[in-house]
């Protein structure tokens, strides 16, 4: 990188701030999906709004590509920076600014990690409900509008998002929305933002949406003889009204790599895991007894509601390792993560499909998904020295999107575009929609500084 | 208008579906609000996305501006044609599309009114929630993001669509969203369309979100010795985290004028007017229970929970014909209606301000608003030949929308920006943020034929 421009990252921020060292550089070359990294040319770590904006009016006026980073904990290469310039890493901008625990909001940075923050937030008696598993950062989670176990019941980023301050390409700062949670004042930039990956805008901070934490609540299991059988009963589930605050659908494959888990001993078959709240014990307990009858109208083989806070927590401790376990389980393979999501109706068809498929092509993988959505997930393995085998990967991921989309639904429920899933776009959304999202982008960020070759190339 | 206008649009459309009539053009000329009527030059009534996607490439060309109608319910002159043009009536794009009722969703086109379609939705035990009172289009609610009575529970308009069929101001017709209620595949169009007026595209054809019939629900009065303390009990329900379906507030006034429905005879005294759901009677009952020990620490006079299902029809019957009370009460008077909104935490604040300022500014009118999501409105009187009492109207409304501002709020909650709000535009957002409205608006309809003189000016 340009020492001038190095200069001038170091007159904007302390020089302990701008790292253009090997070490620094490789940290943020990479997240946790199986893209090919890339490195920054250079990585600060700014401390306010006004250093955020100085640092971009900088960028936008040398055209240098500027990507920022959270936890790296995203899984489609979203801030890879594949044209390299500069990592704006917000770990330094980490702080609850305020926590308006009468309106269940709170005002944060946008480099807070989401568990972090949930454990300061608990002592208020609220969470911030949309659980990604990871650690993510909260920048990060706006950025893909990031969702989880909790969205079949709270909603996914975007919908716990009520304001938003956005550092744009150009430096200028601007502030959306309001804390008012009813709001029909002009355009919705803030829902604009909010899953635009970094390529309209930084965040640098956000008022969020917060739930009481439940006082009743029960983890339920339920396994099934096939998949199949597991996903019809997701629908009947989410169709008979029941509402349930989780529901999670595992195969065979996931419930034992989550038994590698030396906490976890789950019946290895095809398992519904979910959680319900109640406002009262007896509410909770008349809803369980309802999904105990669905459960078993599906032909569940094996039904066990009321586990105890514990039991549930190690349960959803294990729910949330699945993907490290994965990984770890195959060091010497590559990877690829799919996230397609459909109508709930649709689920049990996608399900079905998706198992067939793996079963057809011989593909090495599990299958989960927060199934109370329609979001359906898998994570398949081959060796990185066969070339039939790494090209089933890719024509297992177009088979699973395209069935997605002729089943109403999308290519990425919630990693967002990121790399993988550009491909995607116009078959979605028609050339039309994808022309008029280009020129959002180049109304924004006219020299394509911001997070350059993501979401539309 | 253009003669050669008028023979391209009968080209496009039948001689039948195209009006000059000053009749027509008198009907199309103003919404339920106080704006003064503008008339268009003509009337059109489409039939196909593919017609007004012709009509847009033909007023594209000649500059010719082009406004949306519903049921002309509006109340913030968001449909006034205010520089003339024609008025795309789409009262004969009214048709329900799809029911997908195992998904909870329907495709509908724009022209359906709101009670309508929720009659035959109710055949399948769902109903659209965001009820705005008036018998509004589906269109015309996508246009404001309009809310209303179920919005604490169920979100406004904005959170149950999801996805659009929308017609640019050249023409081109693009789809947003999907039927999948995860989605994070780019850029959030459906949501920048939402609230946008017409001002970006004409929508012709929306997917929404749905929610079954609540089995058991009950209505709850209470009533209180003063306003302020009425605003106070609504902060304190939904802090204790009940969930009320509806909770509204009203002013003695607003009872009164209520009263003058024949059907309708309720104490005179501040009152808040609720709803309740539950899964189950007991969940229900247990619920209520709480609502009255609130309410009774909040020191309301008088509770009545448990109102059976007609008179719980009547009492909404009630509310929803307010405002039309309210109107024909003052036939010689001309009238102002406020709409913000504030954190929940806000409203005692708002409610008492505004009631105040009422009675030390000796305005006339009613107070009532969705209070259990922040919203407070007011129905003010002048009479037309008093100069001071209608500057005071203004300067009212100014004074409300400061403070709501003031308290983190927004100066319209559901009514929209349309003609009267747009002096608070920089105010509420600031001159960055509604730059890019403005930018935004500019790459959508570069011609500014879309509704012009709306949101942004």
Sequence with gaps: MDME???????????ERVSVTDADRALHGRDQSPHAAHLPDAVIWP???????????????????????????????????????????????????????EDFQVVVQPGIFYKDMNKILGQFGLFFAPDPGANASIGGMIGNNAAGTRTVRYGATRDNTLALEVVLANGKVIRTG??????????????????????????????????????????????????????????SIIGAGLGPAALELLDAAAVTYMNQDSTINLPVAPT???????????????ELALVRDVCADCGATRFEAGVGRDERDRLWHGRHQL????????????YLITDVSVPISRYPDLATFTAGLMETMNINGALFGHAGDGNLHTVVFAPPDSPRQQADLQRFNDHVVQKAINLDGT????????????????????????????????????????????ILG
């Design 47 to 101: 401390q306010t709004t006004a250093e955020v904006s100085a640092i971009l009016k900088l960028a936008n006026t040398r055209h240098i590509p500027i990507v920022g980073w959270g936890a790296g904990s995203s899984l489609e290469g979203n801030p890879i920076p594949v044209h390299g310039g500069i990592v704006v890493n917000f770990q330094r901008m980490n702080q609850i600014l305020a926590i308006h625990a």
């Design 272 to 286: 519904l895991l979910m959680e319900f709240h109640g406002a009262t014990a007896e509410a909770l307990h008349t």
């Design 323 to 334: 993907g490290e376990i994965l990984f770890r389980a195959h060091p010497k393979e590559t």
């Design 178 to 235: 309001s804390r008012s949670v009813k709001q029909s004042a002009g355009y919705d930039l803030t829902h604009l933002i909010v899953g635009s990956e970094g390529t309209l805008g930084l965040v640098t901070e956000a008022t969020l949406k917060l739930t009481p934490l439940p006082e009743h609540f029960s983890a339920v299991l339920a396994t099934f003889s096939h998949t199949a059988k597991a996903a019809e009963a997701v629908f």
């Design 5 to 15: 421009v190095i200069a001038a990252l170091t007159e904007i921020l302390d020089a």
């Design 411 to 454: 290519c990425t429920g919630e990693h967002g575009v990121g790399i993988g899933k550009q491909k995607y776009m116009v078959q979605e959304h028609g050339e039309a929609a994808v022309d008029v999202m280009r020129q959002i982008k180049t109304m924004f960020d006219p020299h394509n500084i911001l997070n350059p070759g993501k």
